[in-house]
């Protein structure tokens, strides 16, 4: 317990060191409507602020690659590097590439000078699909990561596994899931509804009780309940775990994990 004095002093000493000041100057009316959106969730406007900076630097940040040059990762990192890299292909799917089922919903014909059709898969693709790369993101392995395998950070873009499971391949490509889904939003909205019918057709006819899994799982009781403990799992992530699981050969709900039954 500090006096008062020295408490003052600590704070000061604290500010002085580790915050740093953004002046903002609005208009007056601005101010008020910031407020009372503040107290209508019961919170302050500085918070509110904040918040509604992380808000928009997670759903706006710009994917640039590149991130991985001049660095020297540890072995963890690299095993953890090597892993994402070589099992990007069973994303493709998301990046709406050549060849994969989504293909078909960008994909135009024109004529060419030959006077013949020709096909340009290349013309509607959104730039964070034709740019991406898994450089654009940072991949970290620590002790450290509370009582959680992974974690994927949309604000950092940035996927982190603790290093028990650094070997448990389920656990990394259910923070890829979160990678791509990410990148998926970002396109647009139009882009995660085709794929999410896309993919809704290429499992139906493998699961055969995939309507009564999808029901049980979309109940707001149990996303909620997933929601406490690790974040939003959308019913998108839900089925692209289970392509994951078909196409691993591992039973269905594995790379879902939270004790999916
Ligand atoms: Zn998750």
């Known amino acids: 317990m500090l006096t008062n004095e020295k408490k003052k002093q600590y704070d ?24 009372e959106a503040a107290q209508r969730v019961g ?7 904040k918040e509604s900076i992380d ?4 759903t706006s940040l710009d994917l640039e690659g590149g991130r991985w ?14 892993y994402v890299d070589a099992h990007g292909y069973l994303f493709k799917d998301m990046l709406f590439a050549d060849g994969s089922f989504t293909c078909d919903y960008i994909s135009v014909d024109y004529v060419g000078n030959d006077g013949n059709i020709h096909e340009d898969n290349e013309y509607y693709l959104p730039e ?26 949309p604000i ?9 499971y650094l070997g448990v ?62 974040g939003f799992h959308s019913i998108l992530f839900l089925m692209k775990s289970f392509d994951l699981d078909l196409k691993m050969g591992y039973e269905l709900g594995t790379v879902m994990g939270y004790d999916y039954k």
């Open 169 to 230: 391949e389920h656990v990394i490509l259910h923070e890829m899931i979160h990678l791509h889904e990410y990148v998926l939003e970002r396109a647009g909205s139009q882009y995660r509804e085709i794929y999410f019918y896309c993919l809704y057709k290429e499992l139906e006819p493998q699961i055969s009780d995939l309507d009564k899994r999808i029901e049980e799982y979309a109940h707001v009781s149990n996303t909620d309940e997933i929601m406490k403990i690790g």
């Open 43 to 49: 919170t302050g406007v500085n918070t509110y602020i």
């Open 12 to 35: 000061l000493e604290y500010a002085k060191k580790n915050l740093k000041r953004i002046p903002l100057d609005v208009q007056k009316e601005k101010y008020e409507q910031i407020k």
């Open 69 to 82: 040059f001049a660095k020297t990762f540890s072995k963890d990192v690299e095993t953890l590097i090597n």
């Open 156 to 164: 950092k873009q940035s996927i982190t596994i603790n290093t028990e």
């Open 128 to 153: 964070c699909f034709a740019n991406f790369s898994y450089d654009c993101f940072d991949f970290y392995v620590t002790e450290n990561l509370n009582d959680y395998m992974g974690t994927f950070d």
């Open 55 to 58: 808000l928009r630097m997670a």
